[in-house]
């Protein structure tokens, strides 16, 4: 890189910069790995369904195997173009082009038996060389893709985009692998009145995939007209997109717009997961039920006091609700303000409260808040108003804290079953637990679900849980 610095700063003004000094020219590379994945997937199709004829009929079965192949090979190529089977991610990673390849050809082969239905036609195929040559097209198709993979970083190295890094006196941009450009090192400067300068930038910028400038404040305008006229994909640090946590931006009425939330989850994700939750919380109540009454039961007989425990605490949007849980301290001790966190030996807890405090059994009338729509099975666990980490309210600690509440409170959720409950002694101790909820918000799935309460009963006693 000293080098390219040194032959940009002694090529004078006026005279091209060596072409050799630009990013690596990989578009024309890409394209070559591009045509060679397309023609490695034609020739899985055509030796898988011609092999397997030829297995079953010798030649009158090859004829009849190529024949499915080449009927099928129009839509495999409409369907793998448009879904991503031949793009940047694909010659990135072997297995999800393979994946989405094998999936182009479900949707081929579908449309296929679709229409040689209806035509009635489906008999002219050997139900025996369709199916077979489809597993061994796929098992072809797949190995060729990782076969590919060796091709691809011979023709375009480790990466098949080039990224090129301008610093421009603004923060420090980590990439493994970016070609950098130091201007005051290259004497180089950005501006819009000197021609043969942004002649200079123009040639470094032509064969770069992507851009990203780093440069103060003032200069960053100045960078984007120079980037939109390179004609090239670039990008302007701005921290102002960290600080916001912006999602997006765009330009509306005249005005920049920066779209800063657009909600966790879609509709049919919380279709999904309101299913997930009655399912649950319905099949809890009914088989739990002996059990519930059972500790209902020695609850009131230990002191003659209420069963339930009602606090008011922080729920989805922020917005209040009651929760209930068994009441495991005693009437006069019970705290509703959530200020004093439990202590192993706490003298506040009740005999019964020990032990369902110790297995979570505390938390199962919340199965009720959960068909009530106030909470969820998973999510991040809600906490009282004077909670306390150290001596600080929880949101004094991390501004962040009320973004947790996109989603609705959880009976158990992420931080729990990575072990992180119990009192919050340190600030440290609600930092861990943020981390985990906003994960958890950030990157919400049915299926994290289903794990997280799978994980949640390996975990019901735990050494913090009292």
Known sequence: MNALHDLIRHTPVGRPINDG?????????????YIALILADLAALSAGFGLAGYLYQARSGLAEGLGIAWLVLPVFMTVALYNGSYSLDALERHRLGARRAVLALAIALAVLVFFAFYAKASTNFSRV????????SVVV???SRSAMRRFIDWRCGPQVAQCLIIEDGGPEIEHPVALRIDMTGSGLH???????MLDRIGLLLRDADSVLVSCPPERRALWAI??????VTGAVIDDTVLKLGAKSAHVEAGRGWLRVSVGPLGMRARALKRLFDVTIASAGLLLLSPLMIAVAIAIKLEDGGPVLFRQQRVGRGNRFFTVLKFRSMRIEASDQTGHISTTP???RVTRVGRRIRRTSIDELPQLVNVLRGDMSIVGPRPHALASLAGDKLFWEIDGRYWQRHALRPGLTGLAQVRGLRGSTDAEGDLAERLDADL????GWSLWRDCAIVWATLRVLVHERAY
């Open 129 to 136: 060389v369709l199916t077979s040559g489809t597993a061994l």
């Open 439 to 442: 994960e958890y918000v950030d």
């Open 226 to 231: 120079i980037l939109k006229s390179a004609n």
């Open 190 to 196: 950005a501006s819009l009145d000197d021609p043969e």
């Open 345 to 347: 030996d706490d003298k």
């Open 141 to 143: 198709m797949v190995w």
């Open 21 to 33: 000094l630009a990013a690596h020219p990989l578009e024309k590379r890409r394209l070559q790995c």
